[in-house]
């Protein structure tokens, strides 16, 4: 299942090729909502490359015309009317979300700096930092595990205040063009922003042009990788209680 929609008529949307097999994508109804999908010889799907993107595929090409509830990859049933029992089940969850992410649009921002550097600007900057290292050079105590430690504490310290003042300038720039955002963990110690907005879509343009503003604010010192449409992963909650149906 690639997700739900509000549809009382079947819709077509191509074919597609997930576990190998191209299989046409069709609607399986139950009142005036939809779930799209198609047929699978396999229950449990390999999380490969050319799977996730021929998932992706599809649910971009419904978003052309339809507001969707996207199911994660991998949610499978054995039938259509176990499709349909899950829909009646949760009817009302479902015209809600639609209703509230009709219009909407969701995008990724993943923020990355270049730590070393930072690192190296705090040692000559930042008054506390600069002092203990000084001391340290003068001491010639670079080499003791204590001396290295405290550093490294208040290297981290100052890190994550920095970090956190940066996210904060960020979101501020950002938040007059949206509806609504989420902080997701950053990946790895090079990103310090890992967020998802809800945009509507007619702002599509002020939101993109607020990013552009914010990424030249900070010049080369931050790195902003800006990824979308996609349809409300973020927003969306009720997925999981597919899945669980489905599992049920």
């Not at 070393?116 to 001391?135: A, G, P, S, V």
Request: proline fraction near 3%.
């Amino acid at each position: 299942m690639y997700g739900v929609i509000e549809s009382r008529a079947p819709v077509g949307f191509g074919r597609s090729s997930i576990g190998g097999v191209s299989e046409d994508v069709y609607t399986v109804h139950y009142g005036d909502i939809a779930a799209v999908v198609s047929r699978t010889p396999v229950f449990i799907f390999d999380p490969t490359r050319d799977n996730a993107l021929a998932h992706e595929h599809v649910i971009e090409s419904v978003m052309k015309n339809y507001t969707i509830i996207p199911m994660s990859f991998g949610t499978v049933f054995r039938t259509d009317d176990d499709i349909r029992e899950v829909l009646k089940s949760i009817y009302s969850s479902l015209k809600d979300v639609l209703k509230q992410m009709t219009g909407k649009l969701e995008f990724g921002l993943k923020v990355t700096w270049d730590r070393d550097r930072i690192i190296e600007e705090l040692q000559r900057e930042h008054d506390e930092i600069h002092r203990f290292h000084q001391e340290l050079t003068r001491k010639h105590l670079q080499s003791t595990y204590f001396a290295r430690m405290q550093l490294g504490r208040m290297i981290d310290k100052a890190l994550a205040e920095l970090a956190a003042n940066y996210v904060r300038e960020i979101y501020d720039g950002l938040r007059a063009v949206c509806v609504a955002s989420r902080d997701n963990k950053p990946i790895g110690d090079k990103m310090i922003m890992n967020a998802a907005f809800l945009i509507q879509k007619a702002r599509e343009a002020e939101f993109d042009a607020a990013v552009n503003r914010v990424a030249q604010k900070f010049g080369d010192r931050l790195n902003f990788k800006y990824t979308g449409p996609w349809p409300p992963y973020n927003f969306v909650n009720i997925r999981l209680k597919l899945e669980r149906g489905g599992q049920g």
